[in-house]
């Protein structure tokens, strides 16, 4: 019985490579001037929670292209979406725009997560153009190694303590609905996108020593690989540091931050916070409307 389980999983997976052929309910736009990376690395979307901003996603998938990019896990919230199914026209266009990428011929590279662990039995193979995989090297232009992975074998309350990573699940889907009724009204108030949740976790004292504990484990664990740096993502906290010679990297999410990491052509790497770019678009359009007026 399993081993048919398995089979019709895979089958289904596999029907990701027919999905890119179907029309997004939110046509991919044709964007002028689209920025040009190497690399992008993107995580922790929860796709299939109310909290994800798929609508954002989409802008910045509609305005970048990259050589490479990786998807550094929890892409889909499986958690949730076996609580309670909640899948939106938005989301099912972001796994069409990534599919498409892959289509296309750009290399992207699946890493699931502790959300999306479901995934992870597939890892070493490839579907739709798109290669699973449980952790990558990846080499930058300037030559340096980094190891890529989504993170959560460094988190001690999810190795270890399973159903209290649950309860702080349910307490986080919480604050993401209070996060909805805050940038509700600030939008009723042509204010742009702030995360409240994003604002708590930095002043309270616990979440902060967590990340940096976080942080310094698994620097530590690509120093031991010999690499010179780690990408990886789950604590839901964009960063760019250097720990103890180490290059640390975290793309943060599409939940509360909104950002993504990316490789420039050179090997310079840089974090985008999504919502600042698309204020400072907005604010370039209405002067150019008041200089027209």
């Not at 498409?100 to 890892?123: L, S």
């Not at 699973?132 to 959560?152: F, K, Q, S």
């Not at 120093?223 to 640390?248: F, N, Q």
Request: proline fraction near 2%.
């Amino acid at each position: 019985m399993e081993t048919v389980t398995r089979i019709a999983n895979l089958r289904e997976v596999a029907d990701l490579a027919d999905f890119a052929n179907s029309k997004p309910a939110f046509p991919e736009r044709e964007i002028e001037g689209r920025a040009q990376y190497r690399t992008i690395w993107i995580s922790d979307v929860h796709l299939g929670t109310r909290g994800c901003n798929a609508g954002m996603l989409i802008d910045f998938l509609d305005h970048v292209d990259s050589d490479t990019m990786y998807l550094v896990g929890d892409i889909v919230d499986g958690w949730r979406l076996k609580k309670k199914f909640y899948w939106p026209a938005s989301h099912n266009d972001v796994i069409w725009r990534i599919l498409k990428r892959a289509k296309r011929g750009q290399r992207v590279i699946y890493i699931p997560g502790n959300h999306d662990e479901v995934m992870r039995q597939w890892c070493g193979l490839d579907f739709g153009g798109v290669a699973i995989r449980r952790r990558a090297i990846h080499e930058t232009a300037d030559g340096r190694r980094l190891l890529v992975l989504h993170g959560d074998e460094f988190d001690a309350i999810t190795l270890a303590h399973r159903w209290l990573a649950h309860v702080g699940d349910a307490a986080y889907n919480f604050m993401m609905f209070l996060n909805r009724g805050v940038n509700a009204w600030r939008r009723a108030f042509n204010m742009p996108y702030w995360s409240l949740s994003k604002y708590a976790k930095a002043k309270v004292k616990k979440s902060v020593e967590f990340i940096s504990d976080y942080e310094e484990v698994i620097a530590e664990a690509a120093a031991a690989e010999g690499v010179d740096g780690v990408v990886c993502g789950h604590i839901h906290t964009a960063e760019m540091r250097t720990i103890a010679g180490v290059e640390y990297y975290n793309d943060g999410d599409w939940v509360e931050g909104c950002n993504a990491l990316v490789e420039h052509f050179d090997g310079r790497m840089e974090l985008l916070h999504w919502p600042e770019v698309i204020a400072a678009r907005e604010r370039v359009a209405a002067e150019i409307a008041r200089l027209a007026a």
